[in-house]
């Protein structure tokens, strides 16, 4: 017989972990606007501008990313050399945040790209090469930043765009969670690796639109593959679809026989106070970063939340696509966090 | 004791596989340049024309791609709903060939950006996912495409700028694997992640020397993690590195007590004749992909190679910081395909 360290049922999508990997420490860095918003306490640090102190925008993100993994390995003692391998993406074109925060980490390092729902994909090749046996230690992390964001997928900041009611504030943060083979916290137990699902959306003004069947069509699979009661997790949260996705997705959990509320939310209503004129709410890789590593992992670790499906969701929006006409594909990946 | 599946000792880079996973089958596809060079008859399909019917290169890209995957399959008698994972990369921003791939593919999908060290990085997780029993047959797949990359990070095609000497061409192609945890065929027998080393260079158009110091770095600590002599591959091929960075790894090589010919090749080197007008050789994701599943597995299935060592190598160039100042980070992955 292979010896096999994961599951995964023939026909089905989700690996149950036979040796759930340890998120043992992590950390998250956000905005100026992510730290007045209604979780603002719960970061470890709250930038005070922008650029802090860098040339450029893109390279505070970079700096911002790499901050985030040496400080998720500093609250266990450790250093950047201490790990074994980073999985980092970002929203930049080459993943140019993850790059540079890199080779300022020197640690081996794969390149991950998945529009919003990074966090998730990195912490799900995180848990399987983990409990693959191929590493003890890794650092699982994403990042994005609202004005490298915007100039590189809408327009240039300076012009001042009115965004439509549609849109979304592509939030400014990193997360990095050290995940380990051996220790104590919360584990990764599951995880459902999201399939591109398109009913043809067009606006990129609206990429909780383009995102929420994906959402959906994960978390049934999840569910389903697992056989779970539809109550079984404390909260199922989505990455970034923001109020319009999230509707979305909640009526189309309510038609696959799955009770969205109170079980229901997303990072990117949480993320921001409705007076913070981010129109549909937050998004960009940094939402479910920080909203993991923030306040959703300190629930955890009080007890407060002790089975938590994160469903990272990803908007494949391309400008050059767009503007020949295609429209956004959505992803949404699924990793189950449970406590104990 | 933790069931493991795979092995890496503590403080090396290398992962020696437990259940090598088997390549089972391959396909590759390229442009009618890349047909009309040294291993023109080693490739599955050449197409006439850049387009291949599409109404954009971008449309063309995205569809060679699928292609490739659907072919790779095929030869095993499969269909792409028999694949449980497709990991797939471009430099395209935002994998947008990819993207669009894995929609019409409908398979579960992880996008990766390694720039073009691509189809090395999937072809490593993807053997870690197979040897950590996670799945029984998954696709790793990587492309390119000459005049989609050439616009996005560089000039406007029409604008027809003179390359310089030391610029190379991108490739036109895609190449796809299907690896299994059971079958018979070459199999991923270790895997080297790489670490982003820069050196400084700033030349957009001297990729090969960005690329030099990792690959250069990655090989060596590969040979150094196993204790292989020098000569333990029938050959070490880098992905792309062109004549210039071709010559700069060789000579680190021997400065490391490597010994580089005849062991050592360059995918971009090997592409094109120097007749083709190509300047200082082949780049892209799409020419490591399309030299390996094309006539590199070919030698491998004949028995004129035994043991391969492919080292994919990616300049992480992103134009928006080479404006602002930067310089390219390179990384370069190995993976040893050997034979029996």
Redesign the interface.
């Known amino acids: 017989m292979?010896?096999?360290?994961?599951?995964?049922k023939?026909g089905l999508?989700t690996?149950v972990f036979?040796?759930p990997p340890i998120l043992t420490s992590w950390a998250s860095i956000v905005g100026p606007k992510e730290g007045e918003g209604p979780w603002g306490n719960s970061f470890d640090r709250v930038l005070s501008d922008y650029l802090t102190g860098e040339?450029?925008w893109?390279?505070a993100e970079n700096k911002m990313l790499q901050e985030a993994v040496e400080l998720a390995l500093s609250k266990n003692n450790l250093l950047a050399k201490d790990a074994?391998?980073l999985l980092a993406?970002d929203l930049?074109?080459?993943?140019?945040s993850s790059?540079?925060a890199?080779?300022q980490l020197?640690?081996?390092?794969?390149?991950?790209?998945?529009?919003c729902s990074t966090m998730a994909?990195s912490l799900?090749?995180g848990a399987?090469?983990l409990?693959?046996?191929?590493?003890?230690r890794l650092v699982a992390a994403a990042c994005s930043h609202h004005y490298t964001a915007e100039r590189?997928f809408r327009f240039p900041t300076e012009q001042g765009v009115q965004p439509s009611p549609s849109s979304q504030w592509t939030a400014t943060g990193a997360g990095a969670v050290v995940l380990e083979?051996?220790g104590s916290g919360p584990r990764i137990t599951a995880a459902t690796?999201?399939?591109?699902?398109?009913l043809g959306q067009t606006d990129s003004s609206n990429m909780g639109s383009a995102m929420a069947p994906a959402a959906a069509d994960t978390i049934k699979m999840h569910i389903a593959d697992l056989n779970y009661p539809s109550d079984y997790y404390d909260l199922i949260v989505t990455g970034d679809l923001g109020i319009i996705g999230m509707a979305l997705t909640g009526q189309l959990m309510v038609k696959d026989g799955l009770v969205p509320a109170p079980y229901y939310s997303d990072c990117g209503v949480l993320l921001y106070d409705e007076q913070q004129g981010v129109n549909a709410g937050g998004s960009g890789c940094g939402c479910s970063a920080v909203m993991l590593c923030g306040p959703l992992l300190a629930k955890i670790q009080s007890g407060e939340i002790n089975k938590l499906l994160l469903v990272g969701t990803g908007a494949?929006?391309?400008?050059?696509?767009s503007f020949?006409g295609?429209s956004i594909?959505g992803?949404a990946?699924a990793v189950a966090i449970e406590m104990g």
């Open positions: 292979v010896v096999t360290a994961g599951e995964k023939k999508q690996v036979t040796n040339a450029s893109e390279k074994e391998l993406g930049l074109n080459q993943l140019a790059n540079f890199a080779r020197k640690t081996p390092f794969l390149g991950l790209y998945g529009a994909e799900i090749i399987m090469l409990d693959g046996g191929f590493f003890r590189q083979a051996q690796i999201g399939k591109v699902v398109d494949l929006m391309s400008p050059t696509t020949q295609e594909p992803i990946h």
